[in-house]
Every structure is written in C-alpha cells, then in structure tokens.
C-alpha cells in the first residue's frame, strides 16, 4: 500500500504528534533488559539490548494505524528484523504464531500468525527519528508490525513465544479486539457491527442474543456458555473456539465454520445451520433438532481424520436427511440414537 494514503475510517493525528494509548510505563526495568525467543524453536535463546544493536540494524518507515481511529504516517523506525532472530532461535515445524509479551504490570500481549510475522516483515524498534525510542512509546524496544493496527506492536518487549496454537493478546481477548487487525479490511472488532464498547460488553457478558453480527471472527476464543439465540450469526468464524453449552437456538449460522470447535451440549434447535462446517468439532450433547442442515459438513470427503466427534447424546433427528448421503452415514454411524424425539 502507498504510504501516503489512509485507510477507510482513519484521520491523521496532528502533525508531529504521536498520541499514547494504552499502558503508559513498564514494569521497573530489570539490570539487564533482555529479549527472549522460547516456545516451539529449536533453542531458547535471548538478546541483551547490546546484543541487538550487534545484529543488522534496519530503519524502516512505517505508517501507524491506531484502532481508535488516528494515523501517523511516515513514522522512522530503527532496529532489527524479527526473521534475524529467528535465525539464531529457529522455529520448529510446529510453530504457526508468534505471541509478543510486554514487561508491564499486566504482562500485555499480542499474538500474530507466523507466516504474517514473516510476510509483514516484523521490527524490534529500538530507536525512533534517529534517536532511542521513548520509554512511554515502548522504549527500550518495541514490536512495529507494518500493515497492522497498532495494537499488534507490544511496547517493552520481553519475551516473544512460538505457538503451535495461537493465544489471543490482552486486547483481542478481553476487548473484543480483532484479531488479523487488517487497517485495510477495517478489521477492528470481531465483528464489524460493532463498536469498541459494544464489543467489550458483549464479550464480557457472552451475550450475543438476537445481535447482528454476520462475519463475526471468534476463533480460537473461549465463549463457554455463549448466548447467541436468535443471532445473525451468518458466516461466522467459530474455528478451534470453545462453545460448550452455547445456546444458538433460532440463530442464523449459515456457512459458519465450526472446524475443531467444542460443542458439547451447545444448542442448535431450529437454527439455520446450512452449508456450516462441523468438522473436527465435539458434539457430544449437542442439540440439532429442528435445525436446517442443508449442505452442513461433519466429515471431511477428502480427509477422514477431520471429522466432528458424535455419539448417541447428540441429536439430530429427522433434519438428518437434509444431509448428503455420504453425511448422513457417518453421523447413522456414530449417533445411532441421534434420530431419537423430533
Ligand atoms: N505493553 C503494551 N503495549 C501496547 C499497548 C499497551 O497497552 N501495552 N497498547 C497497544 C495499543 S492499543 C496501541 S494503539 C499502541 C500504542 O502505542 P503508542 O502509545 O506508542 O502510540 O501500543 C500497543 N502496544
Ligand atoms: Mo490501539
């Protein structure tokens, strides 16, 4: 993207003003402050601030989109590429994201898909406009993820963590951050009906009844006891989330994805469930009676490993034959009792 334009949705702070947002100071610095790479690498490994300064330094400049709607363009970073620590520490074949944790009271964090972290190029910022990097912007070292919303660059970085699966940051967790944060795609909160309070409160109270709230990204999140009955839920992303004894009854979830999600007990009665993908989710105890199940998936043709997880506590009943055949004998074969009541 050009680097002098905005993204939809986006005014320019005021010249040569740099607003803080979020936590304002660290944690008391440590005598020595280190950056360390653990998790799915092949050796743990950590950087002293000196020994950062010893690796390829880069100076980038870098557009910030902050997710409260200010954009700083052209800002001047200084540092390292994330990929030259990589070098040393080296990722194993598991790794797929990258959780960055600030030394702060809270221990903020954010995560990113490593193959993001790659395509973005990642920085360790230790210097801004040629000087160091201001403590309350994040100095001694910040992340800079370019082409993200700002919340995906943690200020005083501590420890970087390779994550075979991914851990929502402070913000996408327990504000209903989005979690790719794409500026470009207007990705702010999970879903894009909503605004930051609304979000926040929703998440809070699990409550998403008779919301709007197509498209809505909630992988990989914990919404144990969701209440999402008479939601517009269409399209949703419920991936790897945990949904046990969440109640959809009425909603509209059609092209949903539920691939690896845990779904026991959740209630699907009379909702709208075509063309949405169960596979490799639990459905033990799921209620799916009344339910439209056109073109929903729970076993994968082309895969049989990726399949959901079924027995004679979840129902289906008659909306069984709505499936395809192929559908249709997985579940015959795993919920014999399935078509019990209707
Ligand atoms: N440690 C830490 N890093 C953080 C935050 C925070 O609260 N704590 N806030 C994030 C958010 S939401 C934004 S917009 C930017 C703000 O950075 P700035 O204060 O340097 O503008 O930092 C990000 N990184
Ligand atoms: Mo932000």
């Not at 005014?11 to 304002?24: D, I, T």
């Not at 950590?46 to 330094?57: G, H, I, K, V, Y």
């Not at 420890?159 to 790719?180: C, F, M, P, Q, T």
């Not at 914990?222 to 009955?229: F, I, T």
Request: aromatic share 8%; with cysteine; hydrophobic share 40%.
């Amino acid at each position: 993207m050009s680097s002098s334009s905005l993204p939809p949705g986006q005014q320019l702070a005021a010249p040569n003003k740099w607003p803080l947002v979020g936590e304002r100071k660290p944690l008391p610095a440590p005598e020595v402050w280190t950056v360390e790479v653990s998790g799915c690498v092949v050796k743990v490994a950590s950087w002293t601030l000196e020994q950062l300064a010893s690796l390829p330094q880069i100076e980038r400049t870098v557009d910030i989109h902050c997710v409260t709607r200010w954009s700083k363009l052209g800002a001047r970073f200084g540092g390292v590429r994330l990929s030259d620590l990589h070098s040393r520490s080296r990722p194993t074949e598991e790794a797929r994201f990258v959780s960055f944790i600030a030394h702060s009271e809270r221990n903020h964090s954010t995560s990113l898909p490593l193959k993001d972290v790659q395509a973005l190029d990642v920085m360790l910022a230790l210097r801004f406009e040629g000087a160091l990097l201001p403590e309350e912007h994040g100095g001694p070292v910040r992340v800079v993820t370019p082409g993200r919303y700002f919340y995906k660059s943690v200020k005083w970085l501590r420890k970087i963590v390779l994550l075979a699966e991914d851990e929502l940051g402070h913000w996408e967790r327990s504000a209903g951050y989005h979690n790719r944060a794409d500026p470009w795609r207007e990705e702010r909160y999970l879903a894009p009906m909503l605004d930051r309070r609304e979000a926040a409160k929703r998440i809070a109270a699990r409550d998403f009844a008779g919301c709007e709230l197509r498209s809505i990204d909630a992988n990989g999140r914990d919404l144990a006891g969701l209440d999402a009955r008479q939601g517009i839920l269409r399209d949703a992303n419920f991936r790897r989330a945990r949904l046990e004894g969440a109640r959809f009854d009425g909603a509209n979830l059609s092209n949903a994805h539920f691939e690896n999600a845990d779904l026991r007990r959740a209630v699907f009665r009379n909702a709208d469930v075509e063309g949405a993908d169960f596979t490799g989710a639990d459905l033990r105890g799921a209620d799916f009676r009344g339910a439209s199940l056109f073109g929903a998936s729970f076993f994968s043709e082309g895969d049989p490993q990726l399949a959901a997880r079924l027995d004679a506590t979840t129902l289906i009943a008659a909306a069984v034959e709505q499936l395809t055949p192929v559908q249709q004998d997985y579940i015959r074969r795993c919920a014999p009792l399935g078509g019990r009541g209707s």
